[in-house]
């Protein structure tokens, strides 16, 4: 079982990247490859699923990302499918506030999940989510999230804007430090 992958990024397609370590080239499904810049040195969280017709790597640019991935396959109903799907349109501090919430309606915006998936996450996941191991975003960064999300940014855009910001700025300074940075 692997943990994490560093190497280079040597090819980036809609639904995977390869990774160079070494000589070896890993494929690795991802949720959004285009979140990974090519030719660049970097660490792809692993998670290895081994079936009877497939081994695949499943990668996640953070450990957060993975673990949730880890929860939402552990979902009866849910495959690796839905849940790439669902990290490549929502951030984890977002999915895990709408399971946490009991937020369905939230959970349904995502490509193959429905009322009866979204309420199955719910109740096989509320509380069981660590938050002091997730790196759970505080309720002003969810709002500038929010903000940008009903702006119409893409939550690729999103995440390397929100990384960038001051944690400890009002709500209203981050939206507006938000939106400076997305106009740059």
Excluded: W
């Amino acid at each position: 079982m692997y943990s994490y992958i560093k190497g280079t990024i040597a090819e980036i397609t809609p639904n995977y990247i390869t990774l160079d370590n070494k000589g070896i080239g890993f494929k690795i499904l991802t949720p959004n490859p285009y979140n990974f810049t090519l030719d660049s040195e970097t660490t792809v969280y692993i998670y290895q699923k081994v079936a009877e017709d497939v081994i695949a790597l499943y990668g996640f640019k953070s450990s957060e990302q993975r673990d949730l991935f880890i929860k939402l396959i552990s979902v009866n109903g849910i495959g690796p499918k839905s849940a790439t799907a669902i990290l490549a349109s929502g951030t984890v501090a977002s999915i895990t506030q709408a399971i946490e919430k009991g937020d369905a309606k939230y959970l349904q915006k995502f490509p193959g999940i429905g009322p009866k998936a979204s309420q199955q996450i719910i109740l096989d996941l509320k509380g069981k989510i660590d938050i002091e191991t997730i790196s759970y975003q505080s309720q002003n960064m969810i709002e500038v999230e929010e903000a940008l999300v009903a702006l119409g940014y893409k939550s690729k855009e999103i995440e390397k804007v929100i990384k960038k910001l001051d944690n400890s700025k009002s709500t209203n300074e981050l939206i507006k430090d938000a939106l400076a940075m997305m106009l740059r």
